[in-house]
């Protein structure tokens, strides 16, 4: 089954304690992306990209770091988690390309709280 | 900012059609119409896109006036499953090929029994 698959679900910890989520695509999407959703902010875009070895930053990188060692995987990073960094997170993947078109598949999202 | 222009809630009744209305008076000749829905946190779930004609999947349909102004998405027979957040989105090319999805806020369809 084609999926994103987001890990941990769930995770609460403390301030300054280095974390990774990890994000893993079975699809072969080139793209992959990492949003976060907050109370009335909507889902903003943290880090992106565009192919293996190849990242960039979204619109709310600041505190996070993002790695893409292979296709399949897209972890991120908080090297000293803060309490404003609690949110939802969310990774998704597509194939790249505007001539494509292609849609966005999403992981079913990470709930962190930073205490 | 998101390019599109939502109701922010809706409801329907079970088994009727709802039809989810989206302005995009801006939108560029080459960029597409997206819609995704988000049910209760979780993560959101691709519905449909188009350019200029109608489409249909087997979730939905979707229609785009000529002018490509506006669209309208369509959940034929509508069932309590379908209650969620649904974001119309006019798909960003940033420099690079970011494919960036903006979401604006979404409206939020309550389906009755």
């Known amino acids: 089954e084609a999926q994103v698959t987001q890990n941990p679900r769930y995770l609460i910890t403390v301030t300054g304690k280095k974390l990774t989520v990890t994000c893993s695509q079975n699809m072969n999407h080139e793209y992959m992306s990492w949003y976060r959703q907050d109370p009335g902010l909507g889902l903003r875009q943290i880090y992106y990209?565009?192919?293996?070895?190849?990242?960039d930053k979204g619109d709310v990188p600041e505190g996070y770091k993002v790695s893409r060692k292979e296709k399949r995987n897209f972890p991120l990073i908080l090297e000293s988690p803060s309490p404003n960094q609690t949110s939802l997170y969310f990774c998704?993947?597509?194939?790249?390309?505007?001539?494509?078109?292609?849609?966005?598949?999403f992981g079913d999202g990470t709930r962190l709280s930073i205490l | 900012d998101a390019k599109t222009t939502q109701p922010p809630s809706m409801d329907c009744a079970e088994g009727r059609a709802a039809n989810l209305p989206c302005n995009h008076s801006t939108i560029s000749g080459n960029e597409y119409v997206y819609w995704y829905r988000q049910i209760h946190s979780q993560g959101p779930q691709y519905i449909i896109h188009g350019l200029k004609n109608n489409e249909t999947n087997e979730m939905a349909s979707l229609i785009i006036t000529e002018d490509r102004k506006s669209s309208t998405l369509i959940l034929p027979h509508a069932t309590l499953r379908d209650t969620a957040v649904y974001y119309c989105i006019v798909r960003e090319t940033t420099q690079g090929g970011s494919e960036k999805l903006v979401f604006g806020k979404g409206t939020k369809l309550t389906v009755n029994p």
């Open positions: 998704a993947s597509s194939h790249a390309g505007q001539i494509h078109n292609q849609p966005q598949h």
């Open positions: 990209s565009m192919n293996v070895e190849v990242t």
